[in-house]
Every structure is written in C-alpha cells, then in structure tokens.
C-alpha cells in the first residue's frame, strides 16, 4: 500500500513499484480488482466507467485540497520531514555523484567519460538495453494482449508468471542464465558446438537485461486494457477492420500513454541493470563491462574521478528519463481530462 | 423471414444462456427481444451477428446459413450496449470507419457521413469526440455508425438503457421512424415492456434462455401463451389460487390479474350483479395521471386497480365493492382466460370494454 501512495503520481500507481519493493502479489490484485470493477459498470455510461476506476489521477486534486485544509501543526512537520528525507536521500548523492565528476577540472571530466572502456561500456549498456526496450515491448503488448482479449487455460498462471522477475533477485536471476548457459548446463557442449557463447558475453548480458526489464510494459497495459474492455474492438471487427487497423486506430490510442510509460520505466532500469548483469558478465573489461559494472570497477581501484564521472553518465540518463516520465504523466492525465471518456 | 433462428443452443459452462431459440423476424420488419436481465438477449443478439457462436443450430441471413461467415461479411450493423463509440476518434472518423475500412474512396465516405449526419440531426458536430456528447446524441452517432455501410440488418443491444427516461422516449419513437423510413430489419434487445410495445412490430419474449411466445404487442398482451408471459406483460399480479375470488370458484389453479380486469363500484353505486362482487379495503391510492391506482386488499390479497379520477373520491381505510371481470388461470404451462361466473350470458363485448 505505501508504495502505492508514494508512487500516486503515475497513471498507474500500483503498477509503477519500484523493483526495490518486490510487488508480490500487487500486479495480480490489482489486475482482479480491475475486472470486478470492470464488470460493475457494465451497464453504466462511458463517462461512469472512467470516474469509477481506481487511481484515476484527476482524482488527486479534491484529496489534496482536503489535505491541506488540515492541521497546520500536523502538516508543517510532516512536509518538513518529507522534504528533508528527500534532499538527504535522492537530491544530495546525485549532487555529489556531479560535485565529485567535476572536482578534477572538466578536462579530467572529459578524459574519463571518453575512455575507451567507458566508451565501450556505454556502447554494450545502450545495445543491451535498446534490445531489451524492443523485445519487452513485443512482449508486453503480445501478453497484455492475450491476457485481456482471449480466455485460456493458464491465463492466470501466465500473470504470475509475468511478474516473476520482480520477485526474484537480480543477482538469482543471473544465476539462472549462469546455470542454463554456463559450462555447467547441458546445454553447453550444444552451443559450444555450434560456437554460441553466452555466459560471459555480451548475449548473456542482453538476456539478463531483458530478463529483469520484461514486467514493465505488459504490467501497464494489462490492468489498461482490461479496465477497456474489449466492445469497442468487436464493433471494429465487425465492420470488416483486419487486425493492424484495429490496433492501430482503436487500441494504440488508447494504451499509448501506459505504453510509453512502461517503455520509460523499461529504459530506467535496463540502463542502471547491475546485480543481474553482473553476475553474467564475468567483467571482462572493454567486452562485457556495461556502465554501471564500469562505475564499480573503476570505483574498486580507487578512481573516484573517474567513476563518479561515469556515474554522472548515468545520472543524467535518469534524469532525463525522469522529466520524459513526468511530461508522459502530464500528458496522459490531461489526456484523461479532455476525453474523460477512458481510463487515465 | 429474412433472419431465421433454428434450434439454437448455447451454454456458458454451467448456464445454458439459450435452450432451443427458433424465430424467424420478417423482412423491413422491426422486432425487440423483450425479457428480463440474464434470459439470453443479448447472446441471441450476438450468435446473430456471428460475435458468439451458437452450440447446435443454424442462424439463416436471407435464406443463407451464415453459422460460417465471420461477422464482418454478415451484413450487419451493429449498436451496442453502451454504444462503443470509439473515443479517440471524431463523430466524423466514428461513422467514417466502417466505410474507410471498405476501401471507399474519400468523397463518398465524406457524402455519405453527412447524410448521416443529418439523418440523425447533428449536423456540426462532425469534429467533437464521443465523450462531448449526451447520451442521446451518442446513441444517434452509434445507430449513424452502424447504418453507414448500409446493413441488410441491424442489431441493437439495450439502445435506450443509457439515457434517461424522458430522452428515451424520444429515442425510441425516433427510432421506430428511421427504420420505417430506411425499411431495414431491426432487431433489438429490450428488458423494458413499455419500449418493445411502443416501438415494435413484433415482440419476441424470452425467459431463462427460451423462447415464451413471439407475436404482436397487441397478441402477447391479450393472448399470452405462457404464464410466464402472463405474467411479465402488463401490470399482472400473480395469484396463488383464482378460486379463492369470488365469480372463479373450481378447479384450484394459480393464476395473474391485471388493474384493468377489475372495477371498483363508486361508493353508493349497488351493482348488478350482487352475487359475484367482492368486499374490499382501499390500501392505497396513488394519483397516475389519467387515473388513480387504488391498491385493494380483497380478503387475505393484495391487488392493483384503476379508477376513474371522474368517480366519487375514495380514501385510505374505505370499504368499498370491486367486481372481477376476468383473470389468467394457469393450468400446467397454458393460460386460460377465466370469466366471472356471474357475468355469464352477459354480453361478452362488455366485459371487454371496461
Ligand atoms: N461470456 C459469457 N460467459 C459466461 N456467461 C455468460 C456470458 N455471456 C452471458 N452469460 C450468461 O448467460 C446468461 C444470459 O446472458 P445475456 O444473454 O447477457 O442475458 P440478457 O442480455 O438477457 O441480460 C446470463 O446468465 C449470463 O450470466
Ligand atoms: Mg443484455
């Protein structure tokens, strides 16, 4: 519940848990509590249905003002505390993380972010997660799809199963490709032959990447798509509209927000990706170093200029994912006013 | 017959939604499935349209089995239960899809939208999106948006439940009229009496799944076959034994009477027919309109009737005479239209008149 809260300012609060609070169960709740709340409004009006949804951002406004309509002794300690969490927590390391990148000069600066292994890093980091992007994408939208268009046996498994990666340790999660590739794997003298390399290579590195990333998107356009419904696609169908333009004129619209969200959310964490990823890449530097593990390395052999520098790399990339999340937020829930018709 | 049902079935798990449906609605002709909610509606509707598809049976389109046929090539339009407009497109881009889709050259996709539009009266709202309109509007732009391909036939699913009561009305006299106009079959799905009676040509009565009768307004109302319909058409009262009233005394059977089967003598006023009038207590009066409806206990029972706001005024506690003309006895699944014994030999055109 609390990560719900903190995290209300997204479309889809319960949906946006950070990988830090594994959400158990909370993906598989929440997708139930939108069906009953889907067939609730069965009979009602569009306009119903949007405002008896759950976490309907327009919604945080009326709260709010109650909010700030309280105890004045209360909310003056309880923001200043807030606040104060906040800068000691998040604004005051990436503060230093830059203060320490630029404490040599911006020469220095320069040098280690243009290093050939940063370079190198860099260059695995984007790959591994621009493939991580695309495939999660491909297959959030093919689950999401699934899930909420098409009854089956193991549907409900098939959530669960979703969520896995969130539940489980990245560092496990690397294990599992070590066991499943390695040398250890039966699998091994197969690919061997057949010149494969995994563990310890940059495809090893793409799997666990993808791997920890693949809840993202399908989690924001599960709970989206079911609270649609499915009417609006079978009067496409039944005009004669073939499958691409359904989804391109009737469902894209829709979950595009969610989609883009879940894709931010996706690039936030397969750029920063280091427990999983570490366990893969075996740290061979300049082959399997992706940023984060360079951060570390350089970090471990005191090269705090340098490190700090790289990090700073990293830091700019989420803070720039970050004002991406914000203006998607404020997209969507302007979007969600003027049409008030949908979901967010 | 342009639509014929035959020997459908269809079950959802454990429910069987359609036992044996078999109907057949005429061509141009407008006809409302009429039962209440969970009797199967809207799964006929959608085994019509090819959206669900019928366990056994065959669904004939124009003399075709269309059992095979994807949806889409059936000829069909189709409005749905809360419409699903598609809300991220215009009025305009609504009613364009089923056209654009069909690989119609712009100009007389543009054309025939206007055409639309004006048929259905809104005219500038082109470029609005389905959440700026009312409910009765986006009930037009869904009926625009299913006629636009010109169906052979149109399917409705509940299409006046979303608006309120009074726009309703409208709506369904409107409707009737479009359809007289364009002389498409029309079927539509309705849990409300009143809406089938006043806009359809013929009504078919479901219940659990089956189908109770199929007839005219006037027929389902003067002749139900099943108690079920006796029951549902018309304000009926159900009765446990019509022999308990008095005119009905035999066979002890189950049965229903409606307000307008009962007279209440105005006070003062001493009857013809002494022997076969009951001893009342008025319950309750409401003011209807045109009439007052008086709630009567007659013995241990509690019946509706109407009476004339020009008679004596009647108040709460009143005793007062009530005469029976008729009522439906129920003799296994039939319905028997029962006369009061004390009104035999008396013109029977009378009875009917009251
Ligand atoms: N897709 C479905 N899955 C399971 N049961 C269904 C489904 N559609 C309808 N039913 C059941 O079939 C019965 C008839 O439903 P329906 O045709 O919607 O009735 P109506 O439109 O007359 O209210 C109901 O008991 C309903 O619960
Ligand atoms: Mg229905």
Redesign the interface.
Known sequence: MASRLALGMGPNPSQASSPESPPHQGGVGAISGMKAGVSDH??????ECGRSLPFRPGEAAPRRERGARGNPWVNGPLIAVSLAFILIMLIAPLAVVLVEAFSAGVSVYLDAVSDEYALRALVLTLKAASLAIAVNTLFGLTAAWAVTRYAFKGKSLLITVIDIPFSVSPVIAGLIFILTFGRMSWLHPWLDAFGISIVFDTPGIILATIFVTMPFVARELIPTLEARGT??E?????????FL?IFR??TL??IRWALIYGVILCSARALGEFGAVSVVSGRLRGKTNTLPLHVEILYNEYKFTAAFAVASLLATAALFILAARVAVEWRSRRAGG?????VR | MYVELRHIHKSFDAVRAARDVSFGVDKGALAALLGPSGSGKTTILRMIAGLQNPDYGDILIDGLRVNDMPPSRRGIGFVFQNYALFRYMTVFDNIAFGLEVRKIPRAAVRDRVSELLALIGLEGFERRYPAQLSGGQKQRVAFARALAPNPSLLLLDEPFAAVDAKVRRELRLWLREMVGRLGVTSIFVTHDQDEAVEAADTIIVTNQGVVEQLGRPAELYKDPATPFVAGFIGDSTPLDDVTALKGFEGEAAPGAVRPEFIRILPPGEVGQYPNCLEEAVVEGILFRGAWLEVRLAVGGISLPARYPLEDPPLTVGDAVRVMIYRLYAFVGERVILRQNAGLRGMNSDYAYSI
């Open positions: 069965k009979g009602s009006s569009d306009e009417d609006e079978q009067a496409a169908a039944l005009m004669g509209a073939g333009t004129r009737v619209p829709h003027e049409d008030s018709g949908h």
